[in-house]
Nanobody, 124 residues
Framework: QLQLAESGGGMVEAGGSLRLSCVAS????????MAWFRQTPGGEREGVAG???????SYSDSVKDRFSISKDNAKNTLYLQMNNLKPEDTAMYYC??????????????????WGQGTQVTVSS
C-alpha cells in the first residue's frame, strides 16, 4: 500500500508561482509511475503532468512550458513547479501513483493511489 499527501497549495496572483509537493509513504520500495491531476468543482478531472519510473515526463498542452514535474527519490517526494500561473489554473490538485508503468510519463491511464488534494487559487 502507498499513501500520498499533497501540500503547497494556496492563493497567488496571476503570473505568480507555486510548488506543490506530494510525499509518498508506506511501501515506497517499488518504482512507481506518478502524475498530477486537477479538478474544478463540477468539472472533470484533468491530467496535468506525468513522470514514469525511468524519468520520462509529459504535460498537458494547457500547462506545457509553465509547469515542471520532478521527483526526489531520497525524500519520496513528487513536485509540481508551477510558473506564470493563470486564473484558469485554479483547481484542486491531486497526485497519483501506480506500480504499472506505461512509459513516456503518460497520465492518460488509471492510477491506483491518490492523495487528498491541495487547493490552488489564482486571482486575476
Amino acid at each position: 500500500q502507498l499513501q500520498l499527501a499533497e501540500s503547497g497549495g494556496g492563493m497567488v496572483e496571476a503570473g505568480g508561482s507555486l510548488r506543490l509537493s506530494c510525499v509518498a509513504s508506506g511501501y515506497t520500495a517499488s518504482p512507481y509511475s506518478m502524475a498530477w491531476f486537477r479538478q474544478t468543482p463540477g468539472g472533470e478531472r484533468e491530467g496535468v503532468a506525468g513522470l514514469d519510473s525511468d524519468g520520462a515526463t509529459s504535460y498537458s498542452d494547457s500547462v506545457k512550458d509553465r509547469f515542471s514535474i520532478s521527483k526526489d527519490n531520497a525524500k519520496n517526494t513528487l513536485y509540481l513547479q508551477m510558473n506564470n500561473l493563470k486564473p484558469e489554473d485554479t483547481a484542486m490538485y491531486y497526485c497519483a501513483a501506480d506500480e504499472l508503468d506505461y512509459g513516456e510519463g503518460t497520465f492518460d491511464r488509471d492510477f491506483g493511489y491518490w492523495g487528498q488534494g491541495t487547493q490552488v487559487t489564482v486571482s486575476s
